[in-house]
């Protein structure tokens, strides 16, 4: 069993329960939690971390689990990572903040070097910094409708881009995210995602994209659309890949309508997908990128990256926010970046796909109740129906997320019908750990789900 470096001790990349999840401190501590924690504020395992890094979470308990949850896809170079500790331990005691718009610091300057080095395309490219996706996808918006002067939003069914009250306008699912939390902003039009699993049998991604294309133009106006904001695979709506060409269409009606394409990345970015970036597995090069969670290694930081002469567009203090890049942050997504150069994170994600998919296939084959196995590199799912249809069926995919969870594994839902199984490993984490989770995910399968 390997030792990974967590500060100054070291954490045995093992699963191993000492106590019945949760244990009796995490208990101490949920009891806590729910006298003084608002209860709106999930929670998808009740257990209390101590320590984490590499593969696994220790929690209060002493109990160590195997992570497929990555803190929903934030921790891809592992929890506490050397790098990013000792980045953002030199960078707390020089300086913590001083508001990037008032003194600036280097380290904001350098991330936005590293986004126009990463992202797709070649053309000249600026960025902006935020604290949180929601926030980014809030100013791509600005922006996008500031240097087209045009309105309207088109996004897809299954959409996730926030909480807050413009993205939850964006987003597509209503509980638990927008639920009584209406009036909800204007100008914002959904159209269908391609989602092969659930689109009529053979609908290419063209035909797909043209059967969106086709609701825009009839319902808003070519010439209305400010963006067209999409993810290039699906988060929060279940790993929804659409089908090939689907995004190159939309791209190129995009070109010719004057409208933005606007990729939300934040989940598929940063090597999560196999590559930096799902736009590039097509060469889809967007208009905007926003992109957050894996950028820096657990620490709050988020982007807009576009064209230089968009981001541009706006005037001078129209973008900006008391703590969007600080300091600390970007510390540590330099760290972060270098780290998943240096280690090759990218293939690492294929790796991890070259070992999942194929079992969660094997796994599909022996239960009649997985009705598609999709996603791409470390960014992995499967849906779960009932017997011989495609019905979502939400409650055993709880009963099998449960059984994992008191099991020693984190795996985390998803999907508009709540029935996606979807799995987020650290892209560092070790071969032997992510075949024993798949076990147990097996074993979960075969106590709670009807053999095929
Ligand atoms: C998580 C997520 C967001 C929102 O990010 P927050 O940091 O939670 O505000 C937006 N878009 C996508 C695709 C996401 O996965």
């Not at 005691?93 to 600036?104: G, K, L, S, W």
């Not at 309207?152 to 927008?178: C, E, I, Q, S, W």
């Not at 979502?392 to 998803?414: F, K, N, S, W, Y």
């Not at 650290?426 to 979960?444: C, H, K, S, T």
Request: hydrophobic share 45%.
């Amino acid at each position: 069993m390997t030792d990974v470096l967590s500060g100054p001790v070291t954490v045995t990349q093992e699963r191993r329960l000492v106590t019945e999840i949760p244990g009796p401190r995490s208990r101490a501590l949920l009891e806590r939690r729910t006298v003084t924690v608002a209860a709106g504020v999930g929670g998808t395992l009740p257990v209390f971390v101590e320590r984490a890094a590499g593969g696994v979470v220790v929690d209060v308990d002493g109990n160590s689990l195997i992570d497929l949850g990555s803190g929903i896809a934030v921790v891809s170079v592992g929890n506490s990572s050397p790098r990013v500790v000792e980045a953002v331990q030199a960078q707390v005691a020089a300086f913590t903040h001083t508001c990037f718009m008032v003194t600036p610091y280097e380290g904001y300057v350098a991330v936005c070097e590293e986004l126009a080095r990463l992202t797709p395309g070649d053309h000249a490219k600026k960025s902006a910094l935020f604290n949180s996706g929601a926030e980014a996808v809030e100013n791509a918006v600005k922006i996008a409708r500031h240097a087209t002067g045009r309105q309207a939003v088109v996004v897809f069914d299954h959409a996730y881009h926030g909480r807050t009250n413009l993205t939850m306008a964006l987003t597509a699912k209503n509980m638990p995210y927008k639920h009584g939390f209406g009036p909800f902003a204007s100008e914002i039009y959904r159209v269908p995602m391609s989602y092969p699993y659930r689109d009529e049998a053979g609908l290419t991604g063209a035909e797909a994209a043209a059967r969106a294309l086709a609701v825009v133009e009839a319902q808003v106006g070519a010439g209305n659309v400010a963006a067209v904001l999409i993810e290039p695979i699906q988060g929060e709506g279940g790993f929804v890949v659409p089908a090939e060409g689907f995004l190159p269409a939309i791209a190129d009606w995009c070109r010719k309508s004057g409208a933005l394409f606007v990729a939300d990345e934040i989940q598929t970015g940063f090597c999560r997908t196999g590559e930096w970036f799902a736009c590039d597995a097509e060469g889809v090069v967007p208009d905007l990128i926003t992109t957050a969670k894996g950028i820096a290694g657990g620490l709050p930081l988020a982007a807009v990256t576009g064209r230089a002469e968009l981001m541009d567009a706006v005037h001078v203090g129209g973008l900006g926010g008391t703590y969007g890049g600080n300091p600390v942050a970007c510390a540590a997504a330099l760290a972060t970046i270098e780290t998943m150069e240096e280690q090759d994170l990218a293939r690492a994600a294929r790796a991890i796909e070259a070992t999942m998919l194929p079992r969660l296939r094997a796994l599909q084959q022996r239960t009649d109740v997985i009705g598609d196995v999709r996603g791409r590199g470390a960014m992995l799912a499967v849906e779960i129906v009932r017997p011989g249809t495609d019905e979502p069926d939400p409650e055993l995919t709880g009963r099998i997320a449960r059984a994992c969870h008191a099991q020693g594994v984190v795996v985390l839902t998803a999907g508009t019908f709540g029935n996606v199984l979807r799995f987020l490993p650290p892209l560092v984490i070790g071969q032997d750990l992510l075949e024993e989770a798949l076990d147990v995910l097996d074993a979960a399968f075969t106590e709670h789900a009807t053999a095929g």
